[in-house]
């Protein structure tokens, strides 16, 4: 009897150590990769991929892959231009009026997509975030369902900030 709850132990240790750190709503994240920038990020449970505000957005090819290259859309950032090799390209499709059952006004964009460090508190997860422009919007960057999985994250929407500045 004693060995079989020894072996249902050291079944169950691996459940009970995978408990998700929780972070609020809002959080600073770290970009090693594009000059250590540090940047106010949304955790969106709704949404399935990271997104980084980024303009000028061109792929090209280097070497016979994808690649691209783009500037940071955020406030007080810098026009250094930054390159990285495309992981994929991804599909999004947005409806201009949900509302409007007679005709189909779905749009499909298209976005590069790359594999990025992020630095959230102390843990570093390299991660896909597509690049679009996200100027409009109040947080420059948007963790989503995919990325929360990579931190082994949760999210109480109740607060902000609970992980210490980025130190990766």
Known sequence: MKSL???FALVALPVMAAEPTLYGRYEYIALPEIGGEVLKAKMDTGALTASLSAKDIET????GEDWVRFRLA????SN????HKVARISKIKSRSDEDDEERDTSEVAKRPVVDLELCL????RTVEVNLTDRSHFNYP??????ALREFGA????ARRYTADKPDC
């Open 80 to 83: 250094k231009v930054f390159e």
């Open 60 to 63: 090209f090819t280097r070497d």
């Open 74 to 77: 955020t406030k007080n950032a």
């Open 141 to 146: 960057l948007l963790i989503g369902a995919k």
């Open 154 to 157: 949760a999210v109480n929407p």
């Open 5 to 7: 709850l020894a072996l």
């Open 121 to 124: 508190g102390n843990v570093k």
